[in-house]
Structure formats: structure tokens, C-alpha cells
């Protein structure tokens, strides 16, 4: 019985977690699509988000995953509506640049170069995606 509690603990501690970066990313997110805000942001962004296959909104969710954590990457890219397509080369680009911060900070205590690092994430993100995107058509 005592695992059933701690497991409970546990896991209302996790959600907590995911609660408090999903919930409020997706509600703003889903506040700067109806206002137009977000339409904006996309023509900015969509360049650079054209190259690995994705719609200019999408950088919302890819500065949200790598400079926060995959949570709110999420929480920004669902009200978005994105195919399977989009969806699994954010979700790619995303598992090489997430959270960058802070595994950047504990990898350069650990004694790589922070730039080094910072650079092979973002660019072997963007390549795995951009090859992603052309293999997919």
C-alpha cells in the first residue's frame, strides 16, 4: 500500500509539472491565433520554418521547446493543428534542440564547450528536419 501512495504522490507531482507549462502555453497560444497575432509571428518566422517543412506559427512551439522543455513545445504546437508530417519533424527537431539552457549549463559543468554544444543542437537539429521534410514528399 505504501508503493500505491508514493506512486500516487508521485504522479500528481509530475502532473503538476505538466499542468502548469501546458496549460497556460496553450491557452496564450490559442489567444494569439484568434486575435491574429500568431498569423503575424508565422509570416516572420516562415522562412526558416519553410526549410525543415514546417508553417511559420510553428516557431511558437520550437522556442518553446528549446528554450523551456518539450511540455511546452507541445502546448504551443497542438492548438496549432499541424499534420502527422509536422508533427513528427517538430517532434524530431525537438528531441535534438529541447531545454537547451539547461543541459547546456550541466553539460558545460561537465566539461564540454557551451558553443560547441549550442551549435551541433540547433544545426543537427534543423538538418535532421530539413532531410526529414524532403524524404517525406
Same mark, same amino acid.
Given at each position: 500500500?505504501?508503493?500505491?501512495? /508514493?506512486? =500516487?504522490?508521485?504522479?500528481?507531482?509530475? &502532473?503538476?509539472?505538466? *499542468?502548469?507549462?501546458?496549460?497556460?502555453?496553450?491557452?496564450?497560444?490559442?489567444?494569439?491565433?484568434?486575435? $491574429? *497575432? !500568431? =498569423?503575424?509571428? $508565422?509570416?516572420?518566422?516562415?522562412? %526558416?520554418?519553410?526549410?525543415?517543412?514546417?508553417?511559420?506559427?510553428? /516557431? *511558437?512551439? *520550437?522556442? &518553446? $521547446?528549446?528554450?523551456? #522543455?518539450?511540455?511546452? /513545445?507541445?502546448?504551443?504546437?497542438?492548438?496549432? #493543428?499541424?499534420?502527422?508530417?509536422?508533427?513528427?519533424?517538430?517532434? %524530431?527537431? !525537438?528531441? %535534438?534542440?529541447? #531545454?537547451? =539552457?539547461?543541459?547546456?549549463?550541466?553539460?558545460?559543468?561537465?566539461? /564540454?564547450?557551451? &558553443?560547441?554544444?549550442?551549435?551541433?543542437?540547433?544545426?543537427?537539429?534543423?538538418?535532421?528536419?530539413?532531410?526529414? #521534410?524532403?524524404?517525406?514528399?
Amino acid at each position: 500500500m505504501d508503493t500505491v501512495k /508514493a506512486g =500516487f504522490k508521485n504522479g500528481l507531482k509530475i &502532473s503538476y509539472k505538466m *499542468i502548469i507549462y501546458t496549460f497556460p502555453l496553450y491557452i496564450i497560444v490559442d489567444i494569439l491565433k484568434q486575435t $491574429g *497575432i !500568431l =498569423f503575424d509571428i $508565422g509570416v516572420f518566422c516562415q522562412p %526558416l520554418m519553410k526549410i525543415i517543412g514546417l508553417p511559420g506559427e510553428a /516557431a *511558437i512551439g *520550437i522556442i &518553446s $521547446g528549446m528554450t523551456l #522543455n518539450m511540455y511546452a /513545445a507541445i502546448a504551443a504546437l497542438v492548438p496549432l #493543428n499541424l499534420n502527422t508530417k509536422e508533427m513528427t519533424i517538430a517532434g %524530431l527537431f !525537438l528531441g %535534438l534542440a529541447h #531545454n537547451l =539552457f539547461i543541459e547546456t549549463a550541466v553539460l558545460s559543468r561537465a566539461g /564540454a564547450k557551451a &558553443s560547441v554544444i549550442l551549435f551541433v543542437r540547433i544545426v543537427g537539429g534543423f538538418l535532421a528536419a530539413g532531410v526529414l #521534410n524532403i524524404l517525406w514528399r
